[in-house]
């Protein structure tokens, strides 16, 4: 009798009628839904908002707000960003579980700005986990990262850090400030531009054509989008403005790449050489040379070597930036680790001018403060998603899980690290933790299939520019600005940057110290540069003799010149009184 009640309701209800269809398909996929999670056990989760899920407990800096979160709701947590799942993971052993021992947990999420901008995402990071992934990280790892082309490119930093430390001189003799995130950008910029492009690009006006281009590209992939986190929400993003944007600067910098290779083919042309190991060879030809060969497993097109190329600057390009940012903010706000670190460096490099690899690496304290530096600030966090459903400390995860491993947090876990908050680099002296994915308490370039193939180059770039500005450079704050003012707030974009940089003329600025300054006239300060050890220079190290507004010359310090100095006797105006 119900039945037939029900069949005759049904059939006089026009169910083909689109306003009766929509909401009965949409009612039927939330009840399938709703059954299918219904049974499972998923991990905690803070309480969420209907549509937006937890993004308002998301602040501006993700990596504090999962922090905090976590201490509340534990160290596996999924949260509900928009419609996107998303684990948060805040505790070594599930970081590993993650990153090294499951093999479901190798893919990325395919975000809409990736997908633009690397061509379908057929680089490396965003890659799916697959056999171009693993022709594409082969070729990174064996051919454009090893230990031997790091080496090549030795030339490449030894070039550019020198440029970088006659511009420092330069804003000493002017006595001017130095704005220490543009100074580190730009270095980090300039060594990755050669060794990927073989120049740096610099537009008509001076101005750095790619670096701009890139920098967008790195802003547009952490912008808010809302086709990632909202499921048929993607026409806001045409509202907004961040499609057209996505659009414009994925064509800018797709022709501009196209531009590249093809200058590249030219001079591969011209000069008809086949030496891969030649010193002046950059990813680029590494690149172009393997796929004329025919020396690789897959062919790669067009658009994929761009893919490629793109990766290996936006990889590395901020990461290093960041980790120089916060090397050189932690020393000048621990002065006595910057006093060790700079006696080290004066120490194993003695009077040579020019600092070699063979040095850094006797350089034990310093390897330690990036070590440190990177504990503490680790860039980046680990972004992966599970390609299948699975298991995790007992709880369920759904396939296509985004999740991050929140190695910031991690790094700065009181339960693994001591004085976990402090910066320290002598906690890693005689230690044999290392970034290399062994240790599961300290991965700052992540671990596992998925893990940084960019580890050494990184390193060496880091470390090489350190040296330098330690032997050759004091560091401190303005004269009125106290080091433990230093503001070591961050933000994020993507990479966790120290803060104030964007501020221009307003941020963190260190002002170098010349270190031997005496009044010689009232109206001119004189300024002696030493090369050599700056608080007290020896008889025979080469000196630079400057006043504030203007450069005197080189000259070898002799008993006669100190003793002037020193007596105040030396004319500014006079260059005589120099003479050796
Ligand atoms: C201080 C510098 C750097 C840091 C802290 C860093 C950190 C990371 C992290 C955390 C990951 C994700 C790892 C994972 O999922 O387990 C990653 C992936 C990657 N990095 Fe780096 N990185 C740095 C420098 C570089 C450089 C210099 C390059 C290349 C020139 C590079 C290229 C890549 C690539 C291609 C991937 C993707 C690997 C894959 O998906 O298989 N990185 N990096």
Redesign the pocket.
């Known amino acids: 009798m119900l039945l037939q009640q029900w069949w005759q309701l049904f059939n006089s209800t026009d169910v083909f009628n689109p306003l009766t269809l929509v909401p009965l398909l949409l009612t039927i996929s939330f009840l399938f839904k709703l059954l299918r999670t219904w049974k499972l056990n998923l991990p905690p989760s803070p309480p969420k908002l209907p549509i937006i899920g937890n993004i308002h407990q998301v602040g501006k800096l993700p990596h504090r707000s999962f922090r905090a979160l976590s201490e509340k709701y534990g160290p596996l947590m999924l949260l509900h960003m928009g419609q996107t799942p998303t684990l948060v993971v805040s505790s070594a052993e599930i970081g590993k579980e993650i990153?090294v021992a499951h093999d479901v947990f190798v893919e990325?999420p395919q975000i809409r700005v990736a997908h633009t901008l690397f061509c379908g995402c057929t680089?490396?990071?965003?890659?799916a986990y697959g056999d171009y992934?693993r022709q594409a990280?082969k070729i990174?790892v064996l051919e454009?990262?090893t230990q031997k082309r790091v080496r090549m490119f030795q030339l490449v930093r030894e070039q550019e850090v020198s440029r970088m430390v006659e511009n420092v001189r330069q804003c000493c003799h002017n006595g001017s400030e130095i704005v220490v995130c543009e100074m580190l950008e730009t270095i980090a910029n300039n060594i990755?531009s050669r060794?990927?492009l073989g120049r740096v690009y610099e537009r008509e006006d001076g101005n750095k054509g790619f670096e701009e281009l890139s920098r967008k590209a790195m802003d547009l992939l952490g912008s808010f989008c809302f086709e990632d986190l909202f499921l048929n929400l993607g026409w806001i993003d045409v509202l907004t403005g961040l499609a057209s944007e996505l659009e414009r600067v994925s064509n800018e910098l797709h022709a501009f790449l196209d531009q590249v290779i093809e200058d590249h083919l030219a001079m591969m042309n011209e000069d008809g050489d086949d030496d891969d190991t030649s010193e002046n060879k950059d990813f680029v030809d590494i690149l172009l040379r393997l796929q004329l060969d025919g020396k690789l497993d897959i062919s790669l097109t067009q658009d994929n070597l761009k893919a490629i190329i793109l990766?290996?600057?936006i990889?590395?390009t901020d990461?290093?930036a960041?980790?120089l940012e916060w090397t050189m903010a932690e020393l000048v706000k621990n002065p006595s680790i910057m006093k060790k670190a700079q006696e080290e460096v004066r120490t194993v490099v003695g009077k040579k001018q020019t600092i070699s690899e063979i040095d850094v690496n006797e350089m034990h304290y310093l390897k330690c403060v990036v070590k440190e530096t990177?504990r503490l600030h680790?860039?980046?966090?680990?972004?992966?998603q599970n390609s299948k459903a699975t298991k995790l400390e007992g709880y369920d995860i759904p396939p296509k899980t985004t999740v991050l491993?929140n190695?910031w947090a991690i790094q700065r876990d009181p339960k693994l690290w001591d004085k976990a908050e402090e910066f320290i680099p002598d906690r890693f002296l005689n230690s044999q933790v290392d970034f290399r994915?062994q240790h599961i308490q300290y991965?700052?370039?992540?671990?596992?299939?998925?893990?940084?193939?960019?580890?050494t180059?990184?390193?060496a770039?880091?470390e090489y520019v350190l040296a330098n500005l330690l032997y050759w450079f004091d560091w401190k704050l303005p004269d009125s600005r106290r080091c433990e003012d230093l503001d070591m707030s961050d933000y994020y974009a993507i990479v966790i940057r120290k803060k104030e940089f964007n501020v221009d003329f307003y941020g963190d600025q260190m002002a170098v110290h010349v270190p031997f300054s005496l009044e010689v006239q009232a109206e001119a300060r004189l300024l002696v540069f030493s090369h050599m050890n700056l608080f007290s220079p020896a008889i025979g190290d080469p000196i630079s003799i400057l006043t504030q507004d203007m450069f005197i010359g080189h000259y070898v310090l002799t008993s006669g010149n100190l003793r002037g100095i020193c007596a105040n006797r030396y004319n500014p105006w006079n260059r005589k009184s120099y003479q050796n």
């Open positions: 990153m990325r680089d490396i990071a965003f890659s992934w990280k990174c454009l990262l990755i060794s990927v990766d290996m600057f990889g590395g990461t290093i960041a980790t990177l680790a860039p980046v966090m680990v972004s992966r491993v190695t994915g991965t700052p370039f992540g671990a596992g299939r998925r893990g940084c193939p960019g580890i180059f990184a390193v770039g880091a």
